[in-house]
T-cell receptor, first 113, second 116 residues
C-alpha cells in the first residue's frame, strides 16, 4: 500500500544543535515531495518542495531536504535550530495525476534552551 | 497578500447537531481541498474541487458529509448529525492550476470542531 512514514514521533534537541527529521515513502513512481510545519493551533506552512532536478532543495527558515531515490527518503535538515523551530513537522507526497496530498504522521520537535 | 481563510476557527457542538464550515481560498486559485486532522495525526484528504466541480471524494467522506463550491470561489463543508468521532481540525487548502505541473497547496488556519 502507498504510504508515508515519519519514524520519529517526537524529537528533542538543544538550541543551536543540528536537526534531521526522517521521511520515507512507499510509492511505485517518484512522487512530488513536501515538508510542512505546523505551529500549535495553526494551519500548515510549506517549508520546501521537490518536484525534479537537484536532489538537495533549500527552503525557508534555513531548512533543506535531500531526496534519495535509492532509499525512498526525503529527510529534512537544519544545521542549527532556534527555539522558534519548535513545532510539528509533516512530510507529504503527491502523485502525478492525483491532486491529493498524503501526509505522514508528523514529528513533534521540542527545543531545549 | 491574502491567504486562505476559514470560518469559524473553533466550533463546539452537541452530538446530533449539524455544523457548517466555510473556506475562502486565495482568489486566483482554481483548486480547493478539504482535509481532516485528528489529534496526533497528519491531515487526511477528504475532497477537492476544481472551480465548482467536485472531482474527488475520499471514502472518509461519509454520507453525513457534504461539500459545495457553488460559484467556484468559497466552499462550505457541512456535517450532519455530528458524532463524537467527527471531532477534529478541518483544514482547507487551495492551489493554482498550471498545465502539466503539480502545484503546492496553501493551507488555511483550520476549523477545530469539538463534538460533545
Amino acid at each position: 500500500a502507498q504510504s508515508v512514514t515519519q519514524p520519529d514521533i517526537h524529537i528533542t534537541v538543544s538550541e543551536g544543535a543540528s536537526l534531521e527529521l526522517r521521511c520515507n515513502y512507499s510509492y511505485g513512481a517518484t512522487p512530488y515531495l513536501f515538508w510542512y510545519v505546523q505551529s500549535p493551533g495553526q494551519g500548515l506552512q510549506l517549508l520546501l518542495k521537490y518536484f525534479s532536478g537537484d536532489t538537495l532543495v533549500q527552503g525557508i527558515k534555513g531548512f533543506e531536504a535531500e531526496f534519495k531515490r535509492s532509499q525512498s527518503s526525503f529527510n529534512l535538515r537544519k544545521p542549527s535550530v532556534h527555539w522558534s523551530d519548535a513545532a510539528e513537522y509533516f512530510c507529504a507526497v503527491g502523485l502525478q495525476g492525483a491532486q491529493k496530498l498524503v501526509f505522514g504522521q508528523g514529528t513533534r520537535l521540542t527545543i531545549n534552551p | 497578500d491574502t491567504g486562505v481563510s476559514q470560518d469559524p476557527r473553533h466550533k463546539i457542538t452537541k452530538r446530533g447537531q449539524n455544523v457548517t464550515f466555510r473556506c475562502d481560498p486565495i482568489s486566483e486559485h482554481n483548486r480547493l481541498y478539504w482535509y481532516r486532522q485528528t489529534l496526533g495525526q497528519g491531515p487526511e484528504f477528504l475532497t477537492y474541487f476544481q472551480n465548482e466541480a467536485q472531482l474527488e471524494k475520499s471514502r472518509l467522506l461519509s454520507d453525513r458529509f457534504s461539500a459545495e463550491r457553488p460559484k467556484g470561489s468559497f466552499s462550505t463543508l457541512e456535517i450532519q448529525r455530528t458524532e463524537q468521532g467527527d471531532s477534529a481540525m478541518y483544514l482547507c487548502a487551495s492551489s493554482p492550476v498550471y498545465r502539466g505541473f503539480y502545484n503546492e497547496q496553501f493551507f488555511g488556519p483550520g476549523t477545530r470542531l469539538t463534538v460533545l
